[in-house]
């Protein structure tokens, strides 16, 4: 097997890889969602490439020659590190992106560029967009056919860099991995889910329910953990069985299209992602018959909490708060401890009965939980 190998590449101007913009894979398994920088970021970019400035290397992955097992998309190139500075450039090619208001061109300080799109200076400012469309990057060509190599060198460019736990972990090569990944195309994370996919949320929340199914049981997902299962070692340091792992996959499918029917698109019950893991459990052991009473239980428990925590605030500590709010208050400062995950499933599972109750005859309509999905332990 060839070993990673990474070479200059021939020196292209900017506009040259702005024709070349659809032979580019912006988004390989290992990579980071894009759109994370602000128009401010990407606007000192353009500032940057404008005035001369130096631009850090980027690193492609290149397919031109030989056909690499990578290449899934069949394309020119991957993206490994530079994926925000080139849709900052392609930006700026594509009109969506302007100088900032306080833009000074060094080489004659005098013209007035602020706020100017390419096109305005194409029309007025030749010689200032030619300065942006005739600069290069340098770029570096990486030839591999191992995807951990790829993957590894992922990591280590960007290892100085705020990566969350999540975006570290997409890098890591294997089924589990592969497997998250497959779990956030569900209608679930794109559509009900309120919370931030940007840095990998999406992967976050699903890596702990897809560890909760794994394992049978609520247990910790801490970085640790998450880290170790998507390296293929379980809770027991026994190493993942690839069976088990498509079983469990499976029964998170089956779980999130129940959610999808509790939950509304872009639900403001599914803001948090601190949450998300221990209402997957709730839905996953109801009994069919009563989930849609769950999301009304949900909003009127937050509700009740919310009023409670407001009471405590007016009356201070001496006041008599209900127990189960301010129990679940204090587990909620710790999102991914087992302890806090059966907590706080334990107290909701014990308040969904007793709403339940209040509205059915559960000896006419059935239980309201499914045996086989308790997992109320809590060892605090």
Request: with cysteine.
């Amino acid at each position: 097997m060839a070993k990673l190998r990474i070479t200059p590449h021939q020196p292209k101007t900017l506009i040259w890889w702005f024709g070349r913009r659809e032979s580019i894979d912006f988004s390989p398994p290992y990579q980071r969602k894009g759109r994370l920088w602000s128009t401010q970021d990407k606007a000192f970019l353009i500032d940057t490439i404008i005035n001369g400035f130096d631009v850090p290397k980027l690193y492609l992955a290149d397919f031109q020659y030989g056909n690499s097992q990578l290449n899934s998309k069949r394309l020119a190139y991957a993206i490994i590190d530079g994926k925000q500075r080139l849709e900052a450039v392609f930006d700026f090619f594509e009109g969506t992106l302007t100088l900032s208001s306080d833009f000074v061109f060094k080489a004659d300080p005098s013209l007035k560029l602020g706020g100017l799109s390419l096109k305005d200076l194409r029309r007025s400012y030749r010689n200032v967009a030619d300065e942006f469309e005739n600069a290069s990057f340098d770029i570096m060509s990486v030839f591999a056919e191992d995807e951990k190599d790829v993957n590894e060198l992922f990591v280590r460019l960007n290892r100085s860099k705020p990566l969350t736990g999540a975006e570290v972990r997409n890098a890591i090569a294997g089924p589990v991995t592969d497997v998250i990944r497959s779990l956030t195309e569900h209608s679930v994370f794109q559509e009900s889910i309120r919370f931030s996919t940007l840095r990998a949320g999406d992967q976050n929340a699903a890596a702990k329910c897809l560890l909760f199914e794994y394992e049978n049981k609520l247990v910790n997902t801490k970085k640790q953990n998450l880290d170790d299962f998507a390296k293929g070692i379980q809770i027991d340091r026994k190493r993942v069985d690839k069976n088990k792992l498509e079983l469990s996959a499976r029964r998170c499918l089956d779980t999130f299209d129940a959610m999808d029917e509790v939950f509304l698109p872009s639900d403001v019950m599914l803001s948090s992602a601190g949450v998300f893991p221990v209402y997957y459990w709730l839905v996953r052991s109801v009994s069919e018959i009563y989930r849609e009473d769950i999301r009304t239980f949900l909003v009127d428990f937050e509700e009740a909490r919310k009023q409670h925590r407001e009471a405590q605030k007016d009356l201070g500590p001496a006041s008599e708060v209900d127990q189960q709010y301010a129990r679940y208050d204090t587990l909620n400062r710790s999102t991914n401890d087992a302890v806090s995950h059966r907590g706080r499933y334990a107290i909701l599972r014990a308040a969904f009965a007793e709403y339940i109750e209040e509205t059915y005859d559960v000896n006419t309509y059935g239980p309201v939980y499914d045996d086989e999905a308790d997992d109320t332990d809590d060892d605090s």
